[in-house]
């Protein structure tokens, strides 16, 4: 049996790969460039459909690790329970922060600032003068405060804002402040200008922003979302923008790909971006030096990275 390693890039095309592993490149065709029972790293296909991620996995008797590139884990894990025991499952934090971080920025200056009417505006030919408000002296919200939360809080440092409170799991301090549990969100979510969720998807954050989440939102606060669309009630969220009192700015959705013709395309004070936090020119070169870094650790058998679960185990399948 060959120790293979599946890649969804060329591996002609990453300098730096370990020796030693036989190097299969697949992302997502429907042969497979070996046999899955060879495999023991397998760097799921990004932005491709779950099941087609999944699809190998039951067959991949010899796995020891599954790589994703995504910071995200929920479009695999329900494949989990197939993989014998001892596989680590690893995200690809490090990736994503930036690109990430970027977008969340662009998409609560853009509300705020009125750009899509602008645009739509100079469509028409139209001058839409007028005061719009500022990120200045807003206080924000960051629901989700990991890597990219962090990220997050980087970035608004220079805009001045008023105040920025963090939500995490559990409560922890940090460098800049504390970090609040998420049973204190109730108390936090009246206060905040800007509510921003960047939470990974699973049991707890489903449906989190729900229609008690969003009715203790300030009257004209700005929901964003760049974590994964069913964090968010859309039903709950499209009542309380039809009726003005909430703005928001979406780049995942519930459901997704968003269909022609959903309510949320035409609701007032909405912007939805195609879930694009990820796929930027910041993603290949990160890609890569996670994988070269990932797999040089794991042909030398020291210790990986970004290992979100273990099989078999009380945080595993």
């Not at 060329?10 to 060879?38: K, M, S, T, V």
């Not at 009630?233 to 959705?253: I, K, Q, S």
């Amino acid at each position: 049996m060959s120790a293979d390693v599946w890649l969804p890039l060329p591996p002609e095309e990453i300098e730096g790969l370990p020796q030693g592993p036989n190097y299969r490149f697949w992302d997502g065709a429907q042969d497979y460039p070996a046999d899955p029972a060879d495999c023991v790293f397998y760097v799921v296909p990004y932005m491709k459909p779950a099941a087609l991620g999944q699809r190998p996995l039951a067959a991949m008797s010899s796995l020891e690790v599954v790589q994703t590139l995504s910071a995200g884990i929920d479009h695999v894990e329900p494949a989990l329970a197939s993989l014998p025991p001892g596989v680590r499952l690893c995200n690809a934090r490090g990736v994503h922060e930036a690109s990430t971080a970027e977008l969340t920025l662009t998409l609560i200056l853009a509300s705020l600032r009125g750009i899509p009417d602008f645009v739509r505006a100079q469509d028409r030919g139209e001058w839409l003068a007028g005061f719009r408000p500022a990120l200045a002296d807003k206080n924000v919200l960051i629901v989700g405060y990991g890597s990219i939360g962090s990220a997050v809080e980087d970035r608004l440092v220079p805009f001045e804002v008023a105040r920025v409170a963090r939500v995490a799991r559990s409560w922890r301090a940090t460098a800049r402040g504390p970090v609040h549990p998420i049973a204190e969100l109730p108390a936090l979510l009246p206060e905040a200008d800007v509510v921003i969720l960047c939470t990974p998807l699973n049991d707890s954050t489903t449906g989190l922003a729900d229609a008690a989440f969003l009715a203790r939102m300030k009257d004209g606060a700005l929901l964003v979302n760049v974590a994964r669309g069913p964090v968010v009630d859309t039903e709950a969220l499209l009542t309380e923008v039809r009726g003005g009192r909430l703005t928001a700015a979406l780049d995942v959705t519930d459901p997704e790909p968003l269909p022609p013709g959903h309510p949320l395309w035409t609701a007032p004070g909405v912007l939805v971006s195609p879930h694009v936090g990820g796929p930027t020119s910041a993603f290949l070169p990160r890609a890569v030096r996670l994988l070269v870094d990932q797999l040089g650790r794991f042909v030398n058998r020291e210790p990986l990275r970004n290992v979100i679960l273990t099989t078999g185990t009380a945080n595993g399948s």
